[in-house]
């Protein structure tokens, strides 16, 4: 883990390349020295309809969840989840100061009693590593 789950109002695919953003998040995350580089995963969902605000066509969101496992402390948790934020208000600056945009970021932590993973990734990247 991470999983960084993004939802985001369609009409950002229009300015923006939301690929872009996935890679900008994905090296956020790995930045931060907290989680394993093969537990990350960005996902994008584009929301088509929506109403926000006062229904302004320009109107735009990005609303992130950040799903970890159990066992950090708060603070690592804060200053992990403040980089995914910091880097979508760097990426959306302008939209943010023009009016017409909100950004959110969460994070839930997986109860590990009821969290069951495999990745096959983690191995191969260990694999990768020492040979």
Partial sequence: MPH???EHSANLNKSHNMGDLVQKLSAA??????????GIRVRMHPVDIFAMADG???NAFVAVITRIGAGRDVETQKR???AIYDCLCTYF???IDAGYFAVSVDMEINNPELSFKRNGVADRLKREKSG
């Fill in 4 to 6: 960084i789950i993004v």
């Fill in 29 to 38: 995350a790995i930045e931060t020295g907290v989680f394993p580089l093969a």
């Fill in 56 to 58: 302004h066509p320009d």
């Fill in 80 to 82: 992990s989840n403040k």
């Fill in 93 to 95: 600056a302008r939209e």
